[in-house]
């Protein structure tokens, strides 16, 4: 199982990022989590969408301004993210939730322990 996550950088206040976390090593039945985790915070929950019938879920810190979705073909999660502001500078982590059924622990999406595979993480700074 691999996720390669990528997509990270410095943009002002006001701008727009697109992450990409590319997956492979497990098919049908998962979900794909973004998370992100700031200089002397906890690891939080930023979005996850499920494989199956393409539920998504956001934090309310993100949501309006936060979009993810998948491109199937390509088993590549995006997540685009709008109207950035500085506190959304953080490394941004995808992390992929494969023990069955999906559909029970993605109740706790923003949960990391119910995730079972971590990509590296991208910086995401934004600046003033």
């Known amino acids: 199982v691999q996720l390669q996550a990528s997509g990270g950088g410095l943009v002002q206040a006001g701008g727009s990022l697109r992450l990409s976390c590319a997956h492979s090593?497990?098919?049908?039945?998962?979900?794909i989590g973004w998370f992100r985790q700031a200089p002397g915070k906890e690891r939080e929950g930023v979005s996850c969408?499920?494989?199956?019938?393409?539920?998504?879920y956001y934090a309310d810190s993100v949501k309006g301004r936060f979009t993810i979705s998948e491109d199937n073909a390509k088993n590549t999660v995006y997540l685009q993210m709008n109207s950035l502001e500085p506190e959304d500078t953080a490394i941004y982590y995808c992390?992929?939730?494969?023990?069955?059924?999906?559909?029970?622990?993605?109740?706790?999406?923003?949960?990391?322990?119910?995730?079972?595979?971590w990509g590296q993480g991208t910086l995401v700074t934004v600046s003033s």
């Open positions: 969408i499920s494989s199956s019938g393409g539920s998504t």
């Open positions: 090593g497990f098919t049908l039945d998962y979900a």
């Open positions: 992390a992929a939730l494969t023990r069955k059924p999906v559909a029970e622990s993605t109740g706790a999406w923003y949960d990391p322990e119910v995730y079972d595979f």
